[in-house]
């Protein structure tokens, strides 16, 4: 039996939410006006190739000249506009050929917010790495700008492991230090201006058993902005692990959360609540000072989860993935609010806080002249049909009512025909045996009278031959 949402639960606060799809796509969902609305695409950018897969995302969202950057499957960084979806620049992190190998895509992409230089508007500092641990730092200026060209600018590079797949990589609040961790990687952390590892995680010992699980990590994040010590991670063996590397290099808490692997993180601004998404499409918030379950989100859904974000200013979080629905659910009461389907599988998702829902305003003025516009057109037509005669195609209706009026005008004229001609009226029973009796006498008459004629004529041939003899 479906879950029942409460009425008052009903529609999203004025929300902008980018998702990110298989096909390449970038939709753009909103949900408009002060009170609760109902979320809806308005805008679609991009073309459907799935050799050009957004595999990561990162949002500036600032209020003056906010940016967008997608890392695409095919090697390919792009910085977009997130209002109206034009390209600023892209470049390939694999060099000019942009020829990327299959098995060394883009795992992990930062667009930085703070401000490098005084040409921070036209320009841009990017973090990139690959699943084999390469590791760039590049400050790109717009074609546009006075300056060094793309091209010229030399980008900071490292190597992040030695082995394994790179899965995972943050940069924290401050933008000063970055976390990896992915497949046979342990969680390291990095200083980004030197460009060195400060912190490296050592493995969990074997269990009860002695069973030794392979290191495997799926996500993470830091857990507050002002503190890159803290962070918490997931692992493909279904374990929530929180570090502090102030403390100890193992982890500090860990547990499980069902029995499917962890595929995405989110941190609440309060620092210390987490919201965790799996494989099997569990969705679920914890307390992490003690690991205990607050609650699971109502709605489930019915594909592997691949992103997480919590609002910074509403009290809304958004997931997506597989199930190719963007679902929007209250925090407090952890009921869904809104899905949106949106027809191809999902792979990631950003909020952009710099939308307050005023563009309706603008929007619907826009939309009512353009709709006076088009009546204006219409009136000016008819009027032009009313003067030049137009043959119309007749429809089945006017056709069938009139061969109907037809129908009765002939038979109007045959009844004028049937009055001036003779009336025959037809006799009733009685006048045709009065009829009968009459002629049956007539007859009877005529036949007594051929008798005596006969009998006469006889009489007198025997009087002549009396008469001879």
Request: with cysteine; aromatic share 6%; charged share 35%.
């Amino acid at each position: 039996m479906p879950r029942v949402i409460p009425p008052e639960n009903l529609g999203c606060p004025p929300i902008r939410a980018l998702t990110f799809d298989s096909l390449g796509l970038i939709k753009v969902t909103e949900a408009r006006g002060k009170e609760r609305g109902t979320p809806t695409v308005v805008n679609t950018w991009g073309e459907m190739n799935a050799s050009r897969t957004v595999l990561a995302a990162s949002i500036d969202d600032r209020l003056r000249n906010p940016l967008l950057a997608v890392a695409r499957k095919d090697g390919n960084v792009e910085v977009l506009n997130p209002c109206n979806g034009d390209l600023h620049f892209s470049y390939s992190v694999f060099g000019d050929d942009g020829c990327s190998p299959e098995d060394n895509e883009i795992s992990a992409l930062h667009l930085f917010r703070k401000k490098i230089d005084d040409q921070a508007e036209k320009s841009c500092t990017l973090l990139t790495c690959t699943k084999k641990g390469d590791v760039s730092l590049r400050s790109v200026k717009f074609p546009d700008a006075h300056g060094d060209s793309p091209d010229d600018a030399s980008p900071k590079t490292w190597k992040a492991c030695g082995s394994g797949e790179i899965l995972v990589g943050k940069v924290d609040g401050s933008e000063n230090f970055s976390l990896f961790g992915g497949k046979r990687v342990e969680a390291n952390i990095w200083d980004l201006e030197q460009c060195t590892k400060i912190w490296s995680a050592k493995s969990p010992p074997k269990d009860n058993l002695g069973i030794f699980t392979p290191t495997w990590f799926t996500s993470a994040m830091f857990l507050s902005n002002d503190d890159h010590r803290k962070f918490v991670t997931g692992t493909k063996s279904h374990q929530v692990r929180l570090y502090d590397i102030s403390t100890q290099r193992r982890p500090v808490l860990s547990f499980d959360f069902r029995e499917t692997a962890i595929t995405a993180i989110a941190e609440d601004p309060d620092g210390h609540t987490i919201y965790v998404g799996n494989a099997s499409a569990d969705l679920a918030s914890f307390d992490i000072r003690t690991g205990k379950l607050l609650g699971s989100f109502l709605g489930k859904c019915s594909g592997s989860i691949r992103s997480v974000v919590r609002h910074p200013q509403h009290q809304v979080i958004a997931s997506c993935g597989l199930d190719r629905y963007l679902r929007v659910f209250d925090v407090k009461t952890r009921h869904l609010i809104s899905a949106v389907f949106l027809k191809q599988h999902l792979t990631g998702l950003v909020f952009d806080s710099g939308f307050s829902g005023e563009e309706t305003a603008e929007a619907n003025t826009v939309v009512e002249a353009a709709a006076e516009e088009k009546m204006t057109i219409m009136d000016q037509e008819d009027d032009e049909t009313e003067e030049a005669p137009v043959k119309r195609k007749k429809s089945k209706k006017e056709k069938r009512s009139r061969e109907i009026v037809l129908e009765g005008e002939d038979d109007e004229e045959n009844e004028d025909e049937i009055e001036k001609a003779p009336v025959k009226i037809k006799k009733s029973k009685k006048e045709k045996r009065s009829r009968e009796k009459v002629v049956s006498e007539g007859e009877e008459k005529d036949e007594l009278r051929s008798k005596k004629t006969r009998e006469h004529k006889k009489k007198t041939k025997k009087v002549k031959h009396n008469q001879e003899d």
